[in-house]
């Protein structure tokens, strides 16, 4: 391994305390595996690039960087095999304002904003924080052990009324990992062209495939007469951990509807982060080998989490296509048996912190965060082991 993804970098050390909400948020002697950065240092690349940034010392006003674009186009190009243009590109201080933008932009106050379940909680809060109505539709959970979450049409369908404008999409998937198979996308294509809806496609953990070989392929590219109204966003943060930097892009091909989203944006939202936009351009101009290297560490991770899992009786657990995120079903587990919350109950018995499924729309499971040294994570597993072995 030419990086180092195994000694972990104390992140809650008072000399060391540049306050992360993952490690700051819980007691000291909780180990944090809830919310989604990993505790690996950045690419060197990008940590160098923003060096330099910092030397030169004047952070006025920045914009973004021609060459800034020119990577993004490369790499969308190499990695996803859609080929788009520099100025299809809006950079945004994040992909969750970029939800509520979508909502304000391209929805009327009332409309349904649809969703499925279990998801990232602001697909589920962006309808009331803009003034429209959230409208779910669960996934089906998976039928056998071994088995996978999976896209019920049924139940979109279901979910869909005349005032239904906009879907919000994650793909791939958090929090149960999903990479969407063909069919399911297309199955889901009908149904937006049938009901007429805009489509804003969540691709930030695209690059964070765990297969082997498996490559992304964005919603706005498998479906080219669905582009004109798609919005697709891409972001460096979770893939090179640059989240705190604040810089996301959206891809909108079609000129009316991207002018529609630039008109509600404006004001509400600061113009680029300088040291996000440099991060971002290093991360994709030079990050691919580190991002190899992750991948592998991605995947003994989740190698190491399954073994454990299986010894956990009545825990399930569809390991992860994509991301550092597992979604476990703790519902059946007897240490678990008359808790509300399982999440508070590990928190409490084990000093493990995870993400409560409640929040996700699915009560009695917990997302876990495995992006952490293989050491750290063997220890939040062990302490997991004394509650649910
Ligand atoms: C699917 C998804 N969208 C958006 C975000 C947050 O993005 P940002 O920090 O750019 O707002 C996350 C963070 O975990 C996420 O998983």
Known sequence: MRYDFATPID?????????????HRYADDVLPLWIADMDFASPPEVIEALQARVAHGVFGYGQVRDSLREVMCAWSETHYDWPIQPDWQLWLPGVVPALHLASLALTEPGDGVLTVTPIYPPFLQVAERTGRVTQRAALRPPQEDGGRWSLDLDALEAAITPRTRLLLWCHPHNPTGRVWS????????????????????????????????????????????????????????????????????????????????TDVAKGLQPDGNVLGLVSAEAAYRHGEPWRQELLATLRANRASLIERVARWPGVRMAPAESTYLAWLDLRDSPAMEGQKSPQQQLLKLAGVALSDGADFGWPGFVRLNFGTTPSQLEAALVRMDSVLA
Do not use: Y
């Open 11 to 23: 992140r809650r050390h008072p000399k060391n305390d540049w306050s992360s909400f993952k490690w």
């Open 182 to 261: 063909h069919d399911e996308l297309a199955g889901l294509a009908e149904l937006v062209r049938r009901h007429d809806l805009i489509v804003v496609s969540d691709e930030l953990h695209a690059d964070l495939m765990l297969e082997e070989g498996a490559s992304h392929r964005p919603w706005a590219a498998l479906f080219p007469d669905l582009a004109e109204r798609t919005i697709t966003l891409w972001a460096p943060s979770k893939t090179f951990n640059v989240a705190g930097l604040t810089a996301a892009c959206a891809v909108i091909s079609d000129t009316n509807l991207r002018q529609r989203f």
